[in-house]
C-alpha cells in the first residue's frame, strides 16, 4: 500500500522542519556546557567561535563560562552580530573576500596577544572561507580566483585542501605557531568525510599530516619555498565532534515516524552527482526487489558538481534534478536532498522536492535546459518545491531523505 504522494511531501518536509529545531548547534552546544566548565575551571581560558555555525554555538555557552573568558570571539558569514559577551566578526563564504581578511587580521592580532593558558574552539564548516590568511606571495584577488576556479571545475576536495594547505599562513594548524595557548580543547560540528578534525573548516587549531607538506604543481609558481616551521611540541589538543551527517539522517530518520521500513544508506552522497544519482537509483531499485514493500530512507555526506551553466543552483537541486530526471515514468519515489545550513551554492533555497508528480508535470526537454544551464534552483522555485529555511545556523554537509515504492 503506498502513501499519498502529498502525504509523502508533508511527512517529509516536517521532519526536515522538526531536525533544524531539535539539531540546533545551540542546543547541541548547551548540552555540552558540564563538561566546557568541567575543563575551564582551575585555568585561564578564551572562546572563540568559527564557521558557518559559529554564532548559534557561542550563543549555547553558559553565561558564567562567557563571563570568565579572557577573550570572547565569534567570526561567522552571519550579517547578525550580537551573542552575549562576544565580539562578533563577519567573514565571506563560499570565498575569502574584504571580509574575511579584515576581519581575521584583527583576530589573529588578539590572539596573538592573548595570555590565556587554554583555548576553547568551537568549530563548523565554512571556516575555510570566512576566516583566512593567505601567504605574502600571491594577492587577494589571485587566492579567490585560484579557490573559484578550482571549486568550478569540481576538484577532488582531498587536493583542494592540499593546496589550502601551503597558500595559507593559518590552516592546519600553523595558527598554533603564531599564538601562546599550552591546552586546545575542540568542539566541532564535522561536515567532511570521516568527521577528520583536521580537514573541518580546513582547521587552523590541528596540524594536518606530513602528506600535506609536497607543493601541488599547480601553485608552485605562488610557494616560492617550504616554510613549514613544524608542528609545536608544548601545545596539548583534544576534541569532540559533536554533530556530524550521521546524527542528523538518523535524527531524520526518528522523524519520519514511519510504520514502513526506512533505511539508513551512511555517507552515501559523494562523488560527482551525476555519476551519484544513477547509484542512488540503482541502489533503491535492488533493495526493493529485495524486501518488496515501499521503504523510506536516509543518507548523509558531500558530493561535488561541476558547475556548466551560468544559472542559480548547488549540488542538492542539481542531484534532486538528475533522480527526477533519470527515475522511470511509472516509478513511485519522494527524495530530497538537502544543504544543512540552508544555502544550496548561489540558489539561495536549501533544497528541491521531487516526486512522480512533479516528474509528470515537467516535459524532460524542459527539465534537461534547466540542467544543462546549471540553473536547478530556479526550477525547483518554478515548480513550487523548493525547500527554503534560510540561514539555518548548522552545517553538517548535505542529507537526503525520500521514499520509493516500485513501480506503479
Known sequence: MHENYSLRREKILNAVKKSIDELNPEIIVRSRN???????????YSIISLGKAAMHMARGIDRRIVEGANLRLCISNQKESEVYGFTCFLGDHPLPDINTYSSTGEIL????????????????????????????????????????????RDYPIEELNRIRYHLSKIKFGKLLNLCKYKKITILAISDVPGNEIFLIGSNPFYYAPDSFRKIPEEISQYVVQNEDSGNRKDVTIDYEIILDGSIYAKKLEILLNSESPTIDLGRIIKGNVVSLSAHIIKLLRNHYSEINEPFWFVGHGESTAEVIGNGKGGRNTYLS???????????????????????????????????????RTIPRTTLMKYIEESDTASLAIASGTAVVTGQTGNNVSDVIIGYFGGKK
Open 321 to 359: 534534478s538528475l533522480i527526477m530526471l533519470q527515475m522511470d515514468d511509472d516509478d513511485i519515489f519522494s527524495f530530497l536532498s538537502l544543504a544543512t545550513d540552508g544555502m544550496d551554492g548561489n540558489g539561495n533555497i536549501a533544497g528541491f522536492f521531487v516526486d512522480e508528480e512533479l516528474k
Open 109 to 152: 592580532g588578539m590572539l596573538k596577544n592573548d595570555s590565556a593558558e587554554r583555548l576553547i574552539v568551537l568549530l563548523s564548516g565554512g571556516t575555510s572561507s570566512i576566516f583566512e590568511s593567505h601567504i605574502d606571495t600571491i594577492t587577494d584577488e589571485q587566492y579567490r580566483d585560484i579557490m573559484s576556479n578550482l571549486i568550478d
Open 34 to 44: 558540564r563538561n566546557i566548565h568541567s575543563f575551564s575551571e582551575g585555568s585561564t
